[in-house]
């Protein structure tokens, strides 16, 4: 399943960028994006809407997400429960989809992904002017810790080849953080990097960066945040 859905999401990046994809792809709508489960909201709705001509079938599956070396890792986990488990979108309409947790209240927010997964049968080839393609989509769950949130995060240096600086943020805290952006600056130098990534609660991230010609000593590095700004210091970097 997760090798057809990364083959699915790859494909469509393509015929996107050549213009080849057909208008019914991007017409889909689903709301909300993200799911937000609690003690005290343990069934969300998602609403996936169809205004194409055709009907669509969509199954629905589950997966836990972890980032236990900085890279995002997806298992099967039986931990969440989609009802219905596959549905039929007809022209128009639109279906909602139930998602309630199985499992009780941890001490540390609990993330997965709800995979809603295109298995339409086709009923004719495509034509010359579209290109017809399944589409999976991807919607973060979080389930929240018990308890009131605890936003915390460690800043420090990582690894990095020569010429280049890397800095790693560690999220200590019970939730987790969405990244928006990076800036690093030492002496007159100065380096932003746009962002848009979460590190997990329990989790880490690092990210490395072309440093300048001159040395520029301890660097000062700020992270922006959806819990709001987060800064550190870190030793120069070995050249």
């Known amino acids: 399943m997760l090798a057809a859905i990364s083959k699915s999401l790859g494909r469509l990046a393509v015929l996107t960028a050549l213009g080849l994809v057909s208008g019914a792809v991007d017409a889909l ?46 298992d099967e986990t039986a931990d969440l429960m989609v009802v219905p488990p596959i549905a039929k979108i007809g022209p128009g309409a639109s279906q909602i989809f139930r998602i309630t947790t199985r499992t009780a209240p941890s001490p540390r927010e609990q993330a997965y992904r709800v995979i809603l997964e295109d298995v339409t049968e086709e009923t004719a080839a495509p034509d010359e ?15 929240a810790a018990s308890g009131k949130p605890r936003m915390e995060a460690r800043l420090g240096p990582c690894a990095a080849p020569m010429g280049r600086g890397c800095v790693r943020l560690d999220n200590e805290g019970d939730r987790y953080l969405m990244i928006k952006a990076l800036t690093i600056e030492g002496g007159a130098w100065r380096k932003e990097i746009p962002l848009g990534t979460r590190v997990l609660a329990g989790a880490w991230r690092e990210w490395t960066f072309d440093l300048p010609a001159k040395s520029v000593g301890p660097l000062q590095v700020r992270v922006d945040t959806s819990a709001g700004m987060f800064a550190g210091d870190i030793p120069a970097p070995f050249r």
């Open 29 to 74: 709508t689903i709301s909300p994006v993200i799911v937000e489960l609690s003690p005290a909201r343990r069934v969300v709705s998602v609403t996936v809407t169809n205004p194409s001509e055709s009907a669509v079938n969509f199954q629905a599956g589950a997966l836990a997400w972890s980032q236990p070396d900085g890279h995002d890792h997806y």
């Open 129 to 143: 002017a579209t290109v017809s393609i399944r589409v999976s989509h991807s919607l973060p769950v979080f389930v």
